[in-house]
């Protein structure tokens, strides 16, 4: 066993343990591995959408979402919002919530507690100002594609995004493999 005081330090002397200085021999490309490019894409583009509509309206992806849905989709519920727009129902929440106090979306009770969102006129008008930004975004995006590549890059998402159910499936089989229970 290894004395404490051999351990390795970092340069401020703080001691390191049995810290990995080296890269693992079993590695994730990171240059085509799908998941982190689909990532990357994904992130730089709400980063760039969210900064420039908290600057212009002092709204964020997540509102613009929501705002999004409901112009598609009047009377929509939360539930429906947070399912179509594969949010998490507290973050959907939240946004309605900034969305109501701002009168840009009015709730109507439903049946046993549902509440139906609906655009308000300012709303609507929101959706209008706030959607070039995202599309200017996708513009960007595919400006380096020509038509034949972007329509075949938007027929292999959908592809993709048609198998996503199967990450379900396959992430409770993998925890109950992990459990012992195959």
């Known amino acids: 066993m290894k004395n404490v005081t051999d351990s390795p330090r970092n340069p401020a002397g703080q001691e390191m343990g049995d810290a990995i200085f080296s890269p693992l021999p079993d590695l994730v490309s990171t240059n085509d591995f799908t998941p982190r490019l689909l990532a990357l894409i994904s992130n730089a583009l709400v980063w760039?959408?969210?900064?420039?509509m908290r600057r212009e309206f002092d709204?964020?992806?997540n509102d613009?979402?929501?705002i999004s849905a409901l112009a598609i989709r009047p009377g929509a519920t939360a539930t429906y919002v947070s399912e179509f727009v594969a949010m998490n129902k507290a973050v959907v929440s939240k946004a309605?919530?900034?969305?109501?106090a701002r009168h840009l979306v009015v709730s109507t009770d439903g049946p046993r507690g549902s509440r139906y969102l609906h655009l308000t006129?300012?709303?609507?008008?929101?959706?209008?100002?706030?959607?070039p930004v995202s599309l200017k975004g996708e513009e960007i995006l595919l400006s380096g594609l020509n038509p034949d590549e972007i329509l075949q890059?938007?027929?292999?998402l959908?592809?993709?995004?048609?198998?996503t159910p199967a990450l379900s499936t396959a992430a409770e089989s993998t925890a109950e493999k992990i459990r012992g229970r195959d």
């Open 48 to 52: 760039r959408e969210s900064f420039l």
């Open 153 to 156: 890059l938007k027929t292999l």
């Open 158 to 163: 959908t592809r993709m995004l048609a198998m």
């Open 121 to 131: 006129n300012a709303g609507a008008a929101m959706h209008d100002k706030m959607m």
């Open 64 to 66: 613009w979402r929501v």
């Open 59 to 61: 709204l964020g992806t």
């Open 96 to 100: 309605v919530n900034t969305l109501i």
